[in-house]
């Protein structure tokens, strides 16, 4: 079946300028999750969707960022006036309801903001 | 607060060497889960393990294994006669056990080559 897939799969912008990033989860999974991955650096996670409760926001980094989820399908992370440290590889994964945490990846959207 | 430590950042090994990759976590949680992902060249990652805090048995599939020990906080992954396709980056990663979905602590990678 089909993956998590993502797009645009490369986005380069310049600073101060806006960009949203789509992820498409596995159907039928209801958790959804955005991470952010820096050069050499591991990932950190940003937000959290799951079924129609309210979105776990914590791992934000600040309000020019956030993501909006169209029930249990698509998802849409925005970033505003971005800036030269917003430059990542941004990854989606989804999850069943009842799975074990095991979380599924898509390709991942490299940003650069030049 | 939940933290993964991969203490190795970067391992070269020879083709058909053994070669284990170290995670020790942090977490007051009685109850979690410890994985293990790949990232090969492409970017995408690819789930490996899953493995229960209550469960602490071994586990091998094929030339990888896996140890974990609560004693130590450890859940250490280990690859026998490593292949040319198992050049990497190996991410360990921690979540809470709250109806299983809840997001990853991922440790910041170990990057491993093989050479033939």
């Known amino acids: 079946g089909a993956g998590v897939s993502q797009s645009p799969s490369n986005k380069v912008t310049e600073k101060g300028k806006d960009v949203e990033l789509r992820c498409d989860p596995i159907s039928g999974h209801t958790a959804l999750y955005w991470y952010r991955q820096r050069l050499g650096q591991g990932l950190e996670f940003l937000i959290y969707f799951q079924g129609n409760s309210a979105p776990d926001k914590s791992g934000l980094p600040s309000d020019r960022f956030s993501a909006e989820r169209t029930g249990e399908s698509v998802s849409t992370l925005t970033i505003q006036r971005t800036q030269q440290e917003d430059s990542a590889v941004y990854l989606c994964a989804s999850s069943k309801r009842t799975g074990e945490g095991e979380q599924y990846f898509g390709p991942g959207t490299r940003l650069t903001v030049t | ?84 396709v198992d050049s990497a980056v190996y991410f360990c990663a921690l979540s809470e056990a709250k109806s299983g979905n809840t997001p990853l602590v991922f440790g910041k990678g170990t990057r491993l080559s093989v050479i033939a």
Request: glycine residues 2%; contains cysteine.
């Open chain 2, 1 to 84: 607060a939940q933290k993964v430590t991969q203490a190795q950042t970067e391992i070269s090994v020879v083709e058909k060497e053994d070669v284990t990759l170290d995670c020790v976590y942090e977490t007051r949680d009685t109850t979690y889960y410890l994985f293990w992902y790949k990232q090969p060249p492409s970017g995408e990652l690819v789930f490996l393990i899953r493995r229960n805090s209550f469960d602490e048995q071994n586990e091998i599939s094929g030339r990888y294994s896996w140890n974990f020990q609560k004693s130590t906080s450890s859940f250490n992954f280990t690859i026998t006669a490593s292949q040319v």
